[in-house]
Nanobody, 129 residues
């Protein structure tokens, strides 16, 4: 079965940077688009970013656009979330998830968590002021 394992979270001061990684195993990585979501305490899980199977198309939520970038390395079966100029409001558990393009009929559901089939356990990001 598919396994997704996030890493790279931690405690950082406001204005700092972190790079999250998500390792994919169990299926052919290049068959999936990938997404990042986050969930703060007491909040709904929200969309952060999405990247197509080949990495040529990305979608970043307006709330983090200009600060976060998403990328992938298919040779390493890994997707990344580079987070710069972090703010306390970014504090959350960050999840990566796989997006089955063929089941969703394309990329229109990229921001919908229900369109993703497998999820990692999450990694905590805490930004202090």
């Amino acid at each position: 079965q598919v396994q997704l394992v996030e890493s790279g979270g931690g405690l950082v001061q406001a204005g700092g940077s972190l790079r999250l990684s998500c390792a994919f195993s169990g299926r052919t990585f290049s068959n999936y688009a990938m997404g990042w979501f986050r969930q703060a305490p007491g909040k709904e899980r929200e969309f952060v970013g999405h990247i197509s199977w080949g990495g040529t198309r990305t979608y970043i939520d307006d709330s983090v656009k200009g600060r976060f970038t998403i990328s992938r390395d298919n040779a390493k079966n890994t997707v990344y979330l580079q987070m710069n100029n972090l703010k306390p409001e970014d504090t959350a558990v960050y999840y990566c998830a796989s997006y089955p393009i063929w089941q969703n009929g394309g990329y229109s559901g990229y921001a919908n968590l229900a369109s993703y089939d497998y999820w990692g356990q999450g990694t905590q990001v805490t930004v202090s002021s």
